[in-house]
């Protein structure tokens, strides 16, 4: 599903590195799965949770019953559901008919699709169901949780990555405490998990194993780029 500060692009780089020493029945974790760019290219037992209930309940949707997305999600129709927020379907619409994947953060366009364009609103629901239809198939059998991090049960022994709120970028509806998420990934190292972590920084006890400058504005003519990186806890 498109999602804002979707790691679709450098999966290729970092799902290798992170499931390199995977064993047989060993579960795969993603306390903050977005739009599940990562989890539906890992197969096997995987856990996706996030604490925003309305992109679980799109996730849900996607996997169980993506035929059921209308043919035609027309702007008044993203206007009801930016008000109403309350169905799986709504949940969809937020994230997946918006700019760049950003929750109601205004309705998809292309070039030519000016508001009211019919021929943009048929084009961008009908791209926004093919793919759910095609990522239904992968992330089948994903355990999608509403979940914080922090409360989420993983199994002993896994595999987690985490793709958490960056520092100093675009925040999430609620303020996101870095210092005990750093805390929280040294404890779960200490449990016996293996945690990899993006971001673009860590603290001084993180060892970064992998980095790649990557363009980081929504528009695909933008210069703005970010270095992305691969953390691992130093033990």
Same mark, same amino acid.
């Given at each position: 599903?498109?999602?804002?500060?979707?790691? +679709? /692009?450098?999966?290729?780089?970092?799902?290798?590195?992170?499931?390199? %020493?995977?064993?047989?029945?060993?579960?795969?974790? $993603?306390?903050?799965?977005?739009?599940?760019?990562?989890?539906?290219?890992?197969?096997?037992?995987?856990?996706?949770?996030?604490?925003?209930?309305?992109?679980?309940?799109?996730?849900?949707?996607?996997?169980? *019953?993506?035929?059921?997305?209308?043919?035609? @999600?027309?702007?008044?129709? *993203?206007?009801?559901?930016?008000?109403?927020?309350?169905?799986?379907?709504?949940?969809?619409?937020?994230?997946?008919?918006?700019?760049?994947?950003?929750?109601?953060?205004? *309705?998809? /366009?292309?070039?030519?699709?000016?508001?009211?364009?019919?021929?943009?609103?048929?084009?961008?629901? /009908?791209?926004?169901?093919?793919?759910?239809?095609?990522?239904?198939?992968?992330?089948?059998?994903?355990?999608?949780?509403?979940?914080? *991090?922090? %409360?989420? %049960?993983?199994?002993?022994?896994?595999? @987690?990555?985490?793709?958490?709120?960056? +520092?100093?970028?675009?925040?999430?509806?609620?303020?996101?405490?870095?210092?005990?998420?750093?805390?929280?990934?040294?404890?779960?190292?200490? $449990?016996?998990?293996?945690?990899?972590?993006?971001?673009?920084?860590?603290?001084?006890?993180?060892?970064?194993?992998?980095?790649?400058?990557?363009? #980081?504005?929504?528009?695909?003519? #933008?210069?703005?780029?970010?270095? $992305?990186?691969?953390?691992?806890?130093?033990?």
């Amino acid at each position: 599903m498109k999602y804002m500060g979707s790691k +679709a /692009r450098i999966a290729k780089y970092i799902l290798p590195i992170i499931l390199k %020493d995977r064993k047989d029945g060993q579960w795969y974790v $993603e306390p903050f799965v977005g739009g599940a760019n990562m989890i539906d290219k890992v197969d096997g037992n995987r856990i996706g949770a996030d604490l925003n209930s309305h992109l679980i309940g799109a996730l849900k949707l996607i996997r169980d *019953y993506p035929q059921s997305i209308p043919d035609i @999600i027309t702007e008044d129709d *993203y206007l009801e559901a930016s008000c109403r927020r309350k169905t799986q379907l709504d949940g969809f619409i937020g994230f997946a008919m918006s700019f760049g994947g950003k929750w109601f953060g205004g *309705y998809r /366009r292309d070039v030519k699709g000016t508001k009211g364009c019919a021929n943009n609103m048929a084009t961008q629901t /009908r791209r926004g169901k093919a793919s759910a239809i095609k990522q239904s198939k992968l992330i089948l059998g994903v355990n999608i949780v509403a979940s914080s *991090y922090s %409360d989420l %049960d993983i199994p002993p022994q896994s595999i @987690i990555y985490c793709d958490p709120p960056y +520092a100093g970028t675009t925040k999430y509806k609620d303020d996101f405490n870095h210092n005990e998420f750093w805390q929280w990934c040294r404890d779960k190292v200490a $449990e016996g998990h293996k945690v990899f972590v993006s971001e673009y920084n860590a603290p001084d006890d993180f060892e970064c194993i992998w980095s790649k400058e990557i363009q #980081s504005g929504l528009n695909t003519n #933008s210069t703005k780029k970010g270095v $992305e990186k691969l953390f691992i806890y130093k033990v």
